[in-house]
């Protein structure tokens, strides 16, 4: 089509080397938007490590925040617990919403009682 964007161009075959070469770097804000978009789970986690891998680059909460709600719709739950972890080593404050909906994606999944845990 002659008449993509730039945007569209890119992002219609989710091709994660060219979104790479298209940035110098990536801001968490620009992370979260692009997390936010119908990604897969694999292609998620790519750009989340790639952008973390970026000199001077610190995840926020809303990054961890959209990243563990979209691995939650999954019911990928060890991945969860990794997320956690990295959370807490990099010093990223914990908040109450995302417990609450880590208590969610593990109801719907049918898991209640692992939500304590």
Do not use: C
Request: cysteine-free; glycine content about 6%.
């Amino acid at each position: 089509m002659e008449s993509e964007t730039e945007w569209e161009r890119l992002l219609k075959p989710f091709d994660l080397e060219e979104l790479r070469r298209s940035f110098i770097s990536i801001t968490p804000f620009q992370l979260n938007k692009l997390l936010q978009l119908p990604l897969d789970v694999p292609t998620s986690m790519e750009l989340f490590q790639w952008a973390g891998s970026q000199k001077g680059y610190r995840h926020t909460f809303d990054v961890y925040y959209t990243l563990v709600d979209k691995i939650g719709t999954v019911n990928d739950f060890k991945t969860i617990d990794r997320l956690l972890l990295q959370m807490k080593k990099e010093g990223v404050s914990f908040q109450e919403s995302i417990f609450i909906m880590i208590m969610r994606h593990y109801g719907k999944a049918g898991l209640p009682g692992q939500s304590t845990r």
